[in-house]
């Protein structure tokens, strides 16, 4: 399983900007400094979108081609997780072991390596969890790492962590109104969790797979708070 960022990210700020960009790079400056049509804005964004899923997609192709690397898909559970869970729903039985937290073994403050309790016919099990975010506002999070899960020689696992380097250069200035804020406070990120196929966290290792990823930064003539 992997947890599947937002491709697009539509950053609005109140300051204006003077032109648009091309996906490619080259910015296309409007007529006059004049702004630019919503459906022209649409264009743009889903011209992103393609750009940054192929550029994800080539990253974990290079990540899982690794000599020796078999992917395997973990199962997906619902774990709280000791300093990343907001409250535990199971007061009936004792919190995760955390086993590792950032900095150890690679993991960012957004991560955490757990075993969960043993009880009767349910072993315990060393759970990966996290709320990494790597781009968002007060609305909450817009860009996630992508995670994938690889086997290695000697019995080791491989979580291969795709980090986008975002790049916010691709500026225009929108037609019309736009809304901003979200009207209300966020609620608090709940892990996602996987159950690693391990014994022993010392066979887990965290690899950092870095990808190109850009952003259109939309300005509008009209700003519109959210009610």
Same mark, same amino acid.
């Given at each position: @399983? ?17 032109? /648009? ?39 974990? /192709?290079? /990540? ?29 039985? +004792?919190? +995760? ?112 797979? +870095? ?11 009209? @700003?519109?708070?959210?009610?």
């Amino acid at each position: @399983m992997r947890i599947r960022p937002s491709i697009v990210l539509l950053s609005i700020a109140l300051a204006g900007c003077g032109g /648009a960009a091309s996906p490619g790079g080259s910015h296309v400056e409007p007529p006059g400094g004049s702004c630019v049509e919503p459906a022209k804005v649409q264009k743009l964004q889903d011209a992103l979108v393609a750009k940054n899923g192929e550029s994800l997609a080539s990253a974990v /192709a290079r /990540a899982l081609g690794t000599p020796g690397y078999e992917r395997i898909t973990p199962a997906v559970v619902h774990e709280f997780i000791p300093g990343l869970s907001p409250e535990n729903p199971r007061s009936d039985r +004792p919190p +995760p072991t955390v086993l590792a937290k950032s900095p150890e073994r690679g993991l960012l403050s957004e991560e955490a390596i757990v075993a969960t309790p043993a009880a009767e016919n349910a072993p315990s099990k060393i759970v990966f969890g996290t709320t990494a975010c790597s781009a968002g506002s007060s609305c909450g999070c817009s860009l996630r790492p992508e995670y994938h899960f690889a086997s290695a020689p000697g019995g080791r696992v491989v979580i291969l962590r795709l980090n986008p380097q975002i790049h916010s250069d691709d500026k225009v200035l929108q037609c019309g109104p736009c809304g901003f804020g979200c009207g209300m406070p966020s609620p608090p990120p709940i892990p996602t969790s996987y159950v690693l196929p391990v014994d022993d966290v010392s066979k887990v290792e965290i690899i950092d797979v +870095p990808y190109e990823w850009h952003r259109l930064h939309v300005d509008c003539e009209k @700003m519109i708070p959210a009610p």
